[in-house]
């Protein structure tokens, strides 16, 4: 199967559509397309603009009105209601009001919170995102979800903001470290199975605009995630219980890439795909990069408690599994299934 990258001439940026009626917004991925920051802000009548970046300023072009860049930090650290009231506060005293935007640029714990406070302020202002990990790009900054963390948990506040657009400058990537690309890579790879088709040969700005196709047509049919939404957490029921059981000691991409491989295993222990297709799933996985086996010391009660407590777990261990039907949401999966897909990994 291949990806639906879409059509373009030679230089321009590739384009996909969020098809939510009036509230649909272009995704341009390619070397550049920051410098469509002005015309989007034209396209969308923002009369000012507050930038809010975790980059050095330069990476942010001018937005072509009056605007006012407030520095910002990437990581889960700041992702929080204080830094929320923070960024209000800033709104506030530049004046910005319904007619006008704000712009984030920075990973995806940025775009998450800059979202939030977007959504919040005057009860939801024009957002466009420029994000600048492989993570950010082909996940976080497009469908909508926007959160920050407590004390008690994360992404646990938040609201759905569509932004109007986001622009997904390949050329922001040049700095990212090689642990960050393992992070986007992970969400590539899993997106493999839902339907992204192979990519792992293909320039990244493909690479990132078919991620992005499917999660705009998954987003377009289900924007509230009540339904076909739950696909694109392919790979990350044990992908979550991992990064806990290492106390974030994994990155998410990476270990979603260890859960994308027991998701083939779990399959396959099912019955539900055939042997050949179990050994795709950690071909794909080792492809990119990734590893393909849990990391030493985690136990298997530990990750199985977790995963019991995961929050799509309302009906037993559920997963996210292929299938002769395709890609469904699978209850009640007997934990000793599970268990033999773990030993061994
Ligand atoms: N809203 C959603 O639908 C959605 C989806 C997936 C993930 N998320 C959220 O996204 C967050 C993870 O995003 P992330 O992985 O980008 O984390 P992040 O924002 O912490 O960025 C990861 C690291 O990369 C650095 N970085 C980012 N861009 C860089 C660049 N161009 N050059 C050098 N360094 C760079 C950051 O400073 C940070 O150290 C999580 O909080 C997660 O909950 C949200
Ligand atoms: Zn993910």
Avoid at 313 to 326: E, I, K, M, Q, Y
């Amino acid at each position: 199967m291949h990806a639906p990258v879409p059509d373009r001439p030679a230089g321009e940026p590739a384009r996909v559509e969020v098809a939510l009626g009036e509230r649909s917004y272009p995704v341009l991925i390619g070397p550049g397309v920051r410098h469509r920051l002005p015309a989007e802000v034209a396209r969308i009548g923002a009369q000012r603009v507050v930038v809010v970046s975790a980059r050095p300023p330069e990476w942010t072009p001018d937005p072509g009105v009056p605007h006012r860049v407030v520095p910002a930090r990437d990581g889960e650290h700041d992702k929080n209601l204080t830094t929320v009231e923070q960024l209000c506060r800033a709104f506030a005293e530049f004046g910005l009001t319904r007619t006008d935007a704000v712009v984030s640029c920075g990973g995806g714990t940025t775009t998450d919170v800059v979202g939030l406070a977007a959504g919040l302020y005057h009860r939801g202002v024009p957002v466009i995102h420029l994000p600048t990990s492989l993570l950010a790009q082909v996940d976080a900054s497009v469908g909508g979800k926007t959160a920050v963390n407590l004390p008690e948990g994360k992404n646990l506040v938040g609201v759905y903001w569509q932004p109007r657009a986001v622009l997904c400058d390949t050329e922001h990537l040049r700095t990212l470290p090689q642990r960050e690309w393992r992070n986007g890579y992970g969400e590539i790879a899993r997106a493999h199975f839902i339907g992204a088709g192979d990519l792992y040969d293909r320039p990244v700005a493909e690479q990132i605009a078919a991620s992005v196709a499917l999660k705009a047509r998954v987003v377009a049919a289900d924007e509230r995630d009540s339904g076909l939404r739950h696909i694109l957490n392919y790979g990350h029921t044990l992908g979550h219980a991992l990064e806990r059981a290492t106390d974030f000691g994994l990155r998410h991409g990476e270990a979603v890439g260890v859960g994308t491989v027991f998701a083939g295993r779990l399959a396959g222990v099912l019955g539900r795909i055939p042997a050949d297709r179990v050994a795709e799933h950690h071909d794909v996985v080792a492809g990119y990069g990734l590893d393909t086996t849990l990391p030493g010391g985690v136990d298997h009660d530990e990750l199985i408690r977790l995963m019991r407590r995961d929050k799509k777990a309302t009906s037993g261990l559920s997963f996210v599994l292929d299938g002769p039907g395709g890609v469904e949401l699978v209850t009640r999966v007997p934990e000793v299934a599970v268990r033999t897909a773990l030993s061994g990994m």
